[in-house]
């Protein structure tokens, strides 16, 4: 884990940020401990003081819970394990079938609920995209933006349902695959442009806090993304 010094004036709240980044894109996995006190003062080079605030937050967010004198991720599902026989094209339709029934209505809630502050961490998210990005870091970038508009919902355990689903998709040797083996790297670079777009769509929902044009925009990114790694099925 790497941690940023803090250098502006809101220190509880920029800590509360990067844990909360940490614990949404699954570098801090639901089980996992949470650096002491003492650890995250030096990492970020404050007061114990400003840490133990930040802490507090994620507390009353159901985020991570005190187990004696240690501090955890929370983790309230079982892990979803999938042990599947069908072919890739069939599996990468099932996955992004269960991303479609989750992720519309998640982030329809998390548009209803956004505020000043998780707008503009959106935003921040998505200037992130501007440039040429390679695979790796598109996917990492990717898996951040979908996690943080999702922690918006406020509710801890359909953001962790679909943090799980989300591992599934990330940790995918079909998605790899299709992406590293069957793709030159034109067709890659053209997936990548499309999903920056539908996330742009996505963003612009968010800070105008929509949940129905959220909803259109999530139900089309996610339709175009599927239908451009694999051939849509026929009825």
């Known amino acids: 884990m790497t941690f940023q010094p803090i250098t502006?004036?809101?220190?509880?709240?920029?800590?509360?940020?990067?844990?909360?980044?940490?614990?949404?894109?699954?570098?801090?996995?639901?089980?996992?401990?949470?650096?002491?006190?003492?650890?995250?003062?030096?990492?970020?080079?404050?007061?114990?003081?400003?840490?133990?605030?930040?802490?507090?937050?994620?507390?009353?967010?159901?985020?991570?819970?005190?187990?004696?004198?240690?501090?955890?991720?929370?983790?309230?599902?079982?892990?979803v394990a999938v042990d599947s026989d069908s072919s890739t094209e069939r599996f990468i339709h099932q996955l992004f079938e269960t991303r479609r029934v989750l992720e519309v209505p998640v982030f329809a809630l998390a548009a209803e609920r956004s505020d000043d502050a998780s707008r503009e961490a959106v935003q921040a998210v998505l200037r992130r995209f501007e440039g040429a990005l390679t695979l790796c870091e598109f996917r990492q970038?990717?898996?951040?933006?979908?996690?943080?508009?999702?922690?918006?919902?406020?509710?801890?355990?359909?953001?962790?349902l679909y943090s799980k689903v989300l591992d599934q998709l990330f940790r995918s040797w079909e998605i790899d695959s299709i992406l590293t083996e069957q793709r030159d790297q034109n067709e890659v670079d053209q997936i990548i442009q499309a999903a920056v777009e539908g996330h742009r769509v996505i963003a612009e929902a968010f800070c105008a806090g929509d949940p129905r044009a959220m909803a259109t925009a999530v139900e089309a990114h996610l339709i175009e993304i599927e239908n451009s790694m694999v051939p849509p099925v026929v009825s």
């Not at 949470?34 to 994620?58: C, H, K, M, N, Y």
């Not at 943080?148 to 962790?160: K, W």
């Open 8 to 79: 502006r004036n809101t220190v509880s709240a920029q800590i509360r940020e990067q844990l909360l980044r940490m614990i949404t894109t699954g570098e801090l996995s639901p089980g996992a401990r949470v650096p002491s006190e003492r650890e995250l003062s030096e990492e970020f080079e404050v007061a114990r003081t400003s840490v133990r605030e930040a802490i507090q937050g994620l507390l009353s967010m159901g985020l991570i819970e005190r187990r004696g004198n240690r501090t955890w991720v929370a983790e309230h599902l079982p892990d």
């Open 141 to 160: 970038l990717d898996r951040e933006f979908h996690t943080l508009i999702a922690s918006g919902c406020g509710n801890p355990l359909l953001l962790e």
